[in-house]
Structure formats: C-alpha cells, structure tokens
C-alpha cells in the first residue's frame, strides 16, 4: 500500500507526527491553490478579456476551462497515484500546475488561454482529492475532524475569497499577478512534500489494466456537458443545433460511461460506492452544496458589476466578507463535531446558509455593499460549519483502501454540481429578468397617465439640460424610462435567483436527514 495510505501505525487515540502534519498542511495548500484559481478570475474577467483581446461573451470561458480539466482529472487521481506512486505524482502535477499558472499570465490570445487553463485546472485538480486522501489516511481518527476542518477552508473558504483576492490584485498590480500569486504557496507545498512523503516505486503495470474506455467515456461526457451548460444560455439552449448535438454527445457518453463504470471489474470511477446510504445521499447533498457555494461566488460578482457598476477591487470588498468570518468559526468546527450530531451541525449550516439567500430576494437599484453586509456575514457562518462534519458522516464507512476513490468522486460532484450552478444560475438570471420586463412593460405604456406624465418631466430636464430639440429631448427620456426599467427587472431577476439558490439548500439539508449518524472520526474504518 501507498506510503501516503497508512498512518504509520497510528491508533484511534494517537497523535499524527509533525512529518505527518507538515504532509497534511502541504497538500491542503495545494487544494486551497487548486480551488481558488477556479474563481479567482471572477471579478476581473473584463480585464482579462481587454488583455488577451476577446470579446465579453467569451470571457467565461477562462474559468469555465479550468473547470473542465479539474472535474475530469478529480475522478481519475486515486488510479493516476497507484500508477505512478502518491509522492512523483502529486510532486510532478504540483509543478505542471505552477509551470502552467505563469504560462496563463502569458496568453496572447482567447485559444491560448483556453488551453493553457484547462491544462492549469488538470494539473490543479489532482491537488483536491489527494490532500482529502492525506487527510483520510494520515491522521489518526482522534485528528480528523481536525484535518476534515482544514480542508473545508479550501473547499468554502476558497471560494469566497478568490474575487477578493483576484480583484485587489488585477487593480493594484494587473490581472497576470492572479497567476503569479501562485507561486510562493507552490514553492512552499513543493518543499513540504518532497520532505515528508516516502519515495515509492511506479507501477506501470496497472496501465495494462486500466479503463481507458470508461476514461474516455467520462472526459468526453464532461467535457460535452460542461460546454453545453456554458454555451447554452448564450445561444439560446436547444434552438441551436450546436448545443443540441453537443447535449447528445453529452447523453450518450455519459450514459455509456456508468455503464462501463458498473460492468469493468476494476473501475477507473467505483460508482458503486454511491449506493451505500451515507456516502450516496452525503454525496448528493455535496452537488448542491457545491451549486450554492459556486454559484453564489459567481452571482454575487456578476450583481455588483451589472448593477452596481462595482470595479473589481469594490466586488472583492464585499466578497470579503463571505469568506473572512469562516476563518474565525472553521476551527471551533472539530469541538463542535465531538459534541455535536454532525447531521445537525451540516443541517444547520445548510440552513442557515439558505437563509443568507433568501435575506438577498427583496434587493432594489440601491442594493449595494452595505446591503449586503449582514446576509454575506450569515452566508460565511452557514458555510463554516458544513463542509468538515459533511465529509465526516459521508465517509463514515468507507474502508481506508476506498478513501481515496471515495474522495475523487466526491470532490468531483462537488465541482460539477458547481459548474451546474453557475451554469444555470446566469440562465435564470436572462429569463427572470425577461419575465420581469414583460410583467413591467405592460405597466409602462404610453396609454398610461403617469408613463406620459413622466416622458414629460423627463423631456424637460433634458431640454434643460442643454438639449435644444424637443424631439431629441422626447427620444432621450424614452429611452431613459426604458433603462430604468431594464434595470428594476434585472435587479428582481437576482432577486429571483437567490431565491433559487435557498431552495437548492433546503434541499441539501434533507438529504441530510436521511443519512445515518456518522463517526465523529469521519470514518475510514474498515469496511
């Protein structure tokens, strides 16, 4: 067995070595680096888009490549670190992951930074479930809950701080140093790994036996998937052929990847994992988690920007302060977690974090950062208190040798219930806001007494103003009436999509309910 799978003789009431510690701290730096770069570009991607020269409807795609790559490889990294051995492997994707993070910095072009980023999400993807996979198998059980709180900094905190940090530094220093800012803490991780993890021979042989059907089954499921949620509201959805024969791509392979998966006798993905009750509906209630927490990240930004006018230094202040309270709380989760039914500690949590959303449903035109204060404060209390005890009762179970397959294909779901999120969210954001329009637009009509009475006072405030022609005049409060009312509906279509997001969380928490009372050590016994 992997060297990075034992816990060097430790029991249940032991103490993990400071070797051991330095191993664990050194792999959650590289989850926390993997999973902020996935919204660190959020509030500065107008910036990017002017620096590599694409236009706004693209820009996404910056983020949404790096996705990519991270859900495909997440699954695959428990084989991946069999073949090649735990340490070479997480050693070699760190650097790949540090090499390709400065390459982004210099794209000259939209394809270059798409492929240099997905190729950057990869390598960055295998960091995720194998510092979970130290967690799980290096600590004692006494410590876990210790280590499971660790991860969930990067796993909650990450993501809340990301735009933060990513706007400060694209004003303070220009939006290559989003990259850049990668380095140190690489440097950092490399340093602790090599030091601490035994050297352990490659298996080559295992690639005779891998499943390099399901492989590429899986990677051109997700891949067709992904794109179909990105492009599809832009394109509008399956009124175009694209998206339609991409969605079937999509289907089909996906569909003949769970059948692979469940057939092969040594599966790249163990898929059968997800019917044992706590990891299966513990795992369903991390896809919606994982659509609250990323889809929130990129709503709230996306808000200040279209409505506000936030630049990104601004977005990033008020971002702050969904993920700046977690630090405080994280570290009092493992007290709690020994005191405490984990089921009620994620519920509550899940709750009130829906609750934080559904303080966010009455937002007006002057709905701004002090608006917002209160509900983001609530939104990072839910958050720290779900994600350590969520892995605990989930994993409870899951044998040592399954932890880490257990752990690619959680954090895997996770993601992807994450690129679902921000995915759906901006198309109920276009069609709420249509909705809106609609219902306000019937209202604002020049047969009624007050749209006439206001085109009026407007025509002469800009006549006012400077305008000679009363005709112009006219014209131009027109279409300020029209822009106010653009406005209002685009402000009640996030009003609308918060509320979807408290739903989502609601139903998190059920599937809570159903799971079964999880060890305090989170599991990892034998199976």
């Known amino acids: 067995m992997s060297s990075a799978t034992t816990t060097a003789g430790a029991g249940p009431t032991d103490r993990a ?21 996935i919204q660190i570009t959020n509030a500065s991607l107008p910036q ?71 190729i950057q999400g990869f ?11 130290l967690v799980m198998t290096r600590l004692p059980l006494s410590q876990r809950p210790m280590g499971m709180a660790l991860f969930a900094i990067t796993a909650t905190f990450a993501p809340a701080i990301g735009p933060t940090i990513g706007g400060w530094l694209t004003d303070n220093y220009g939006w290559e140093y989003i990259f850049y800012i990668n ?18 021979p490659m298996r080559l042989s295992l690639l005779k036996e891998g499943d390099w059907f399901g492989i590429a089954a899986m990677a051109i499921g997700l ?84 409505v506000q006018g936030y630049d990104s230094q601004q977005i990033g202040e008020v971002m702050a302060w969904t993920g700046l309270p977690q630090l405080l ?12 039914d984990a089921r009620w500690l994620v519920a509550g949590g899940l709750l009130v974090f829906a609750g934080s959303c559904f303080m966010n449903i009455h937002m007006s035109l002057v709905y ?43 954090n895997m779901l996770r993601n992807l219930g994450g690129a679902f999120g921000t995915a759906l969210l901006g198309t109920i954001v276009t069609k709420r806001e249509q909705y809106h329009s609609n219902i306000i637009g019937q209202s604002v009509s020049l047969f009624q007494e007050a749209t006439r009475t206001r085109i009026d006072q407007l025509t002469q405030h800009f006549l006012s103003s400077g305008v000679s022609d009363p005709a112009t005049a006219k014209h131009q ?51």
């Not at 400071?18 to 770069?37: C, E």
């Not at 070479?88 to 993070?101: A, D, P, Y």
Request: a neutral charge; proline letters at 3%.
């Open 17 to 37: 070595s400071l070797t051991t510690w330095i191993s664990v701290f050194s792999g959650l730096l590289g989850a926390f680096m993997a999973v902020l770069n």
């Open 48 to 118: 990017i888009e002017g620096g590599i020269g694409t236009g706004v409807d693209n820009g996404a795609w910056i983020s949404t490549s790096y996705l990519i790559g991270e859900i495909i490889v997440i699954p695959l990294t428990a084989y991946l670190s069999q073949v090649f051995g735990f340490r070479r492997f997480l050693l070699v994707n760190t650097t790949l992951f540090l090499v390709f993070s400065v390459a982004c910095a210099f794209a000259a072009n939209l394809g270059e930074m798409i492929l240099l980023r997905g």
């Open 123 to 133: 390598t960055g993807g295998v960091l995720i479930p194998m510092a979970f996979t």
């Open 183 to 200: 380095l140190v803490p690489g440097g950092v991780m490399l340093a602790g790994l090599a030091a601490t993890l035994e050297r352990e």
């Open 223 to 306: 891949a067709s998937l992904q794109t179909v949620l990105e492009e599809g509201n832009k394109d509008d959805w399956f009124g175009s052929p694209f998206i339609v024969r991409l969605a079937v791509v999509a289907v089909v392979f996906l569909a003949l990847f769970i059948w692979i998966e469940l057939r092969v006798a040594k599966p790249a993905v163990d898929l059968r994992l997800l019917l044992r009750r706590n990891f299966g509906f513990g795992t369903l209630a991390n896809v919606f988690l994982g659509f609250a927490l990323y889809g929130s990240a990129y709503l709230l930004p996306q808000y200040l920007a279209q």
């Open 329 to 340: 709380i994280i570290p009092l989760v493992p007290m709690l977690m020994g005191r405490v």
């Open 368 to 410: 701004g950062s002090d608006q917002l204060l209160v509900p983001n404060i609530v939104r990072a209390i839910g958050q720290a208190v779900v994600m350590a005890p969520l892995s605990a009762i989930a994993m409870a179970g899951i044998a040592r040798h399954e932890s880490a397959a257990a752990s690619g294909l959680f």
């Open 477 to 527: 409060a027109i279409i300020a009436i029209g822009r106010t009312v653009r406005a209002q509906s685009l402000v009640m279509g996030f009003s609308d999509t918060f509320a979807v997001l408290g739903v989502i969380l609601l139903a998190s928490a059920a599937c809570v309910f159903i799971m079964k009372k999880g060890a305090a050590g989170g599991g990892g016994g034998a199976h």
